[in-house]
């Protein structure tokens, strides 16, 4: 896989997807929108697989 797109998956999926397992969190804490507490539960499964594989897939600290 090309280095390039190591960095993209490291730099910016993976913050991305724990961005949305923090979000789906506080999503199902909050009491205000039914909407948002309806789909937190999904919007932190989709963090938590998306993170799972990408983080395979970013670059390993150490390596070149």
């Not at 797109?5 to 969190?25: D, E, N, T, W």
């Not at 309806?38 to 697989?49: E, F, P, Q």
């Amino acid at each position: 896989m090309r280095r390039e797109y190591r960095q993209f998956i490291g730099k910016y999926v993976v913050p991305s997807a724990m961005l949305l397992m923090i979000l789906g969190f506080v999503f199902l804490c909050q009491p205000w929108s039914e909407f948002l507490h309806t789909y937190s539960v999904a919007i932190t499964l989709l963090g938590l697989i998306l993170f799972s594989i990408f983080a395979r897939l970013a670059p390993q600290p150490g390596k070149n």
